[in-house]
């Protein structure tokens, strides 16, 4: 696929503009810093999509406000006493040594403990962490998509897990296979399911149009309330490359 990159300037806004042989031009204002960034078809000229973009300053000005008012976690040093999420709850951690196999074990409603060799690094002990979250997302998504592909009328032939930058989630249309976000293991299972419904109805209709919302409003009336609950809540350090 041919795809150009560049920047301009709109309004004192830096706005990063990426053309490739698609049919629309999509707007979208990213974590953690509320970068800007157009994906459009290769013949639309940098003056539309900054007409686009001034149409949408507004909207632009709320989404970038809403980011920096969002609370980050520090960066995780995986010690003892440190803060981990896990569906919506908050868990102290505990580091126990030892030289069998590493593994993660909620000891109680509000303590996590991690179990590695003795020395390990942060970075191990985190791979060890995402492992886990990646196993009890793998657990709670199988129910939900088997419930909701019927609910919505699509059939997935895909679908997986990964650390994501900017997206909760995204969907491959022309491939029916859609990917979450690591990081919905420590939302609230509600947030979860709501992602999943949007990336299912994106299978029936691919842009954020009256008929995308009129689908989610069907399937899942308060999809608003928890988007707001998804995006006000903390947003975990991360090196944020684009």
Not at 33 to 43: E, F, M, S, Y
Not at 148 to 168: A, C, D, F, N, P
Not at 183 to 212: S, T, W
Request: include cysteine; hydrophobic fraction near 40%.
């Amino acid at each position: 696929m041919s795809i150009e990159h560049h920047h301009i300037t709109i309004n004192g806004l830096r706005v990063e503009i990426v053309r490739k042989n698609i049919k629309n031009l999509h707007l979208g204002v990213y974590p953690p810093n509320g970068r800007v960034r157009v994906a459009a078809p290769l013949p639309v000229s940098d003056n539309a999509v900054r007409l686009a973009v001034i149409g949408k300053l507004g909207w632009i000005k709320r989404h970038k406000a809403r980011f920096e008012d969002q609370p980050r976690q520090s960066k995780r040093e995986m010690v003892n006493g440190e803060s981990h999420y896990f569906l919506g709850r908050r868990f102290r951690l505990r580091v126990i040594e030892h030289t069998g196999t590493s593994e993660v074990v909620l000891k109680s409603p509000t303590k996590l403990e991690l179990h590695t060799r003795p020395n390990a690094t942060a970075a191990h002990r985190q791979r060890v962490l995402n492992d886990w979250y990646r196993q009890q997302l793998q657990a709670l998504l199988i129910p939900l998509l088997q419930k909701w592909e019927k609910i919505v009328g699509v059939q997935l032939s895909q679908w997986h897990i990964k650390k994501m930058k900017t997206k909760w989630g995204a969907c491959n249309v022309s491939a029916s296979r859609i990917c979450l976000n690591l990081e919905l293991a420590k939302k609230p299972v509600q947030c979860l399911e709501y992602i999943v419904v949007h990336e299912l109805v994106h299978l029936i209709e691919r842009n954020h149009n009256d008929r995308f919302v009129a689908l989610m409003n069907k399937h899942l009336p308060q999809w608003r309330h928890v988007r707001q609950e998804l995006n006000s809540s903390p947003l975990a350090h991360d090196t944020w490359t684009y």
